[in-house]
């Protein structure tokens, strides 16, 4: 029988009686009592009152003289009234105001004499110039109400106030606890089947974001009593508890059973993808928050089901997420059981905010750290089309998606050395880059989607890359093909070669495994289009619809043994330490929409493909050759 979890709760259920249970358990948070000057973000515990007057005493509010000031009536600029030196006393700024004396006048408006006399032309009001008491802060007012964040001016308030030490909510304590017989502590040099420990670096990072402090304990094998003893000491030393990983339907999955006997599981199993095996548990009123071990799952289940429980803690009010309507690039397909999270790269379009669905694997962490917005699924929705609508709560500020330069098509490692550059000399501008294929990139660019389209297409019957495509596919103009690199396509082996490929028609050999581009893509057009000249059949190529996205990913295959050979690039196979087997020089252009050819990012983008420092880069890759990039290619017919 297969595994099901217990629950498949609707989330935002799960995290309003996972609060209402903490809460009814005791779940509130500590305090303790810091110095003033250490106070700065942090959130009052209760009410902060003036211990004193600020000021405490009447002080001069400039540089001047204290007088009387019924000895300066009368004054005008016609009846100057001259001072004795008894009559009035010298202050600065701040200085306490003599008790025989009710007024200030300022530097500026006395005449000094030569016997130490002064003459004023106009008369002085009482308590001008003079700061009373009181007057900033009174003794016994509030300067704070309860649960407020601590901003700098208000360390000057209360200090002025005599209030030198404050109530504040003690930060949460966060206990992470890793666990896996595979796991183990970063290092440079992990061996096959070692799985680095990362997500509580992750998790600590967020955390703190959010005004927590974090514990990770020791990575923990799986064995269910030194798990269940990691728990149970977590809990008694921290505020909450994530248990990462056994969360799911392994042999070796724990979490549930072990937070089951140590306290109670309220629901394993969130009607939410990633993070569905999401364990929420408590130990009294300690949650213990059962976490999946694939990062993206967990990135999710921290933010979506432990956030929630920081802001009640530090009382601290959840901020709307930022969201903004944005055009989808391509279709989104969802499961009808789960709420879905999918990571997007996105930017503007002229006035179009268009996304571009990142790689929804559950592992794959540096989804993340591209992603400029977050697209929610509801539960019971099939997903969205392309050229949908949909709301997107953002990652990246407005500012930067709307100088970002939006490319969709063909991949290359120079891509990311192009948006890097571009960074360099304009700090102001950023690229944002879907990998679709030289096919989808021409589609994009058709439906306005894009800057920029990488491609690489080669004609079969006149041997031309790139131009036929843009005759057949823009009939009426409207795009410019800019000129950018030759690069070297050919056979990326294992290193040393051990099969002793020598030629493209070795991928049929009997037992090769091959790797391959998706369809639409200009290698996989050229790798159809050299089976084709070789007379081989696809169907005897062992592999050939194994498709990968990227160079770097077939690459990558090919250095974990999983592969012997792959069509890509001479760098892909470089930065793999890969040996590599030629078979021809193409041409890797860029298409441009008129309509984009004069914004910023494409001027930036222009001078930097002409810049030296691209030169210097793109040669010191290797596998590429330059002319004139950056040049308008002029399309005849």
């Known amino acids: 029988m297969a595994f099901e979890y217990l629950t498949n709760v609707p989330l935002e259920q799960a995290k309003k009686d996972y609060l209402a249970l903490l809460v009814e358990q005791g779940y509130a948070p500590r305090t303790q009592v810091i110095p003033v000057q250490q106070a700065c973000g942090r959130v009052t515990a209760q009410p902060v009152y003036a211990h004193i007057c600020a000021p405490h005493y009447a002080a001069s509010a400039m540089d001047g003289v204290a007088v009387m000031a019924r000895d300066t009536f009368g004054a005008t600029e016609t009846t100057p009234i001259t001072l004795r030196p008894e009559q009035f006393t010298v202050l600065d700024t701040g200085d306490p105001i003599p008790e025989d004396k009710d007024a200030v006048i300022m530097v500026e408006d006395i005449v000094k004499n030569s016997d130490g006399s002064i003459t004023i032309h106009a008369a002085a009001a009482p308590w001008q110039h003079i700061r009373q008491i009181g007057e900033d802060v009174c003794a016994g007012e509030m300067i704070l109400p309860a649960h407020m964040e601590v901003s700098p001016s208000a360390i000057g308030a209360m200090i002025a106030g005599g209030v030198l ?58 064995k269910f009593d030194q798990i269940k003893a990691a728990v149970a000491q977590a809990a008694a030393e921290c505020d909450l508890v994530i248990l990462n990983a056994g969360s799911s339907a392994g042999r070796e999955d724990f979490s549930a059973r072990v937070i089951g006997e140590l306290g109670q599981v309220l629901y394993h199993g969130i009607a939410m993808k990633p993070g569905k095996p999401a364990i929420l548990g408590c130990m009294g009123a300690k949650p213990i928050l059962g976490v999946p071990g ?93 050229g949908e609508q949909v709301p997107v709560r953002l990652l990246s500020r407005e500012d930067k998606l709307k100088n970002t330069l939006v490319v969709i098509g063909s991949h290359d490692p120079l891509l990311d050395e192009l948006a890097n550059l571009m960074h360099l000399e304009d700090g102001s501008v950023y690229m944002s880059s879907a990998h679709v294929g030289s096919m989808g990139g021409i589609m994009a660019i058709r439906r306005g989607e894009a800057h920029a389209a990488g491609c690489h297409l080669l004609d079969t019957e006149t041997g031309e890359y790139n131009t ?101 690039i001479y760098s892909a196979a470089q930065l793999y330490d890969l040996d590599f087997l030629p078979v021809c020089i193409e041409e890797y252009d860029l ?24 030169r210097e880069k793109i040669l010191a890759m290797g596998g590429y050759t330059l002319d004139r990039p950056g040049e308008i290619i002029e399309i005849q017919g």
């Open 468 to 568: 036929a495509f843009i005759k057949k596919y823009f009939p009426k103009g409207g795009v410019k093909l800019l000129r950018c690199v030759g690069r070297q396509q050919g056979l990326m082996l294992q290193k040393g070669n051990p099969l002793g490929i020598e030629k493209f028609a070795d991928i049929a050999r009997p037992g090769l495994r091959f790797v391959n581009r998706q369809k639409g893509s200009g290698t996989r057009i050229l790798t159809d289009y050299l089976c084709k000249k070789e007379g081989l059949a696809p169907e005897v190529i062992y592999g050939y619809d194994r498709e990968e996205l990227t160079h770097t990913s077939v690459a990558a295959q090919l250095a974990s043994g999983s592969a012997d050979a792959g069509m890509g």
């Open 591 to 614: 298409i441009i929409p008129d309509h984009a050819w004069d914004s910023p990012m494409v001027r930036q983008l222009v001078a930097t493909l002409k810049s030296q420092a691209f």
């Open 165 to 222: 030490e404050i109530p504040v909510i003690c930060k949460p304590l966060v206990g992470i606890i890793p666990t896996g017989d595979e796991i183990i502590p970063p290092c440079a040099d992990p061996r096959p089947g070692d799985i680095m420990e990362f997500n509580s670096s992750i998790f600590s990072a967020m955390l703190g974001q959010w005004g927590a402090e974090t514990r990770t304990y020791p990575i923990v094998p799986d």
């Open 294 to 386: 694939y990062p993206v799952s967990g990135i999710i289940v921290i933010e979506e089901l432990l956030k929630p429980l920081i802001e009640y803690w530090l009382k601290a009010g959840a901020a709307p997420a930022p969201t903004a309507l944005a055009t989808l690039t391509r279709p989104v397909v969802s499961g009808l059981k789960y709420q879905e999270f999918v990571r997007v790269r996105m930017g503007y379009v002229g006035d179009k905010l268009m996304a571009s669905p990142l790689s929804r694997g559950s592992g794959v962490v540096s989804s993340f750290m591209k992603a400029d917005g977050i697209l929610t699924v509801p539960q019971g929705v099939e997903g969205y089309e392309a």
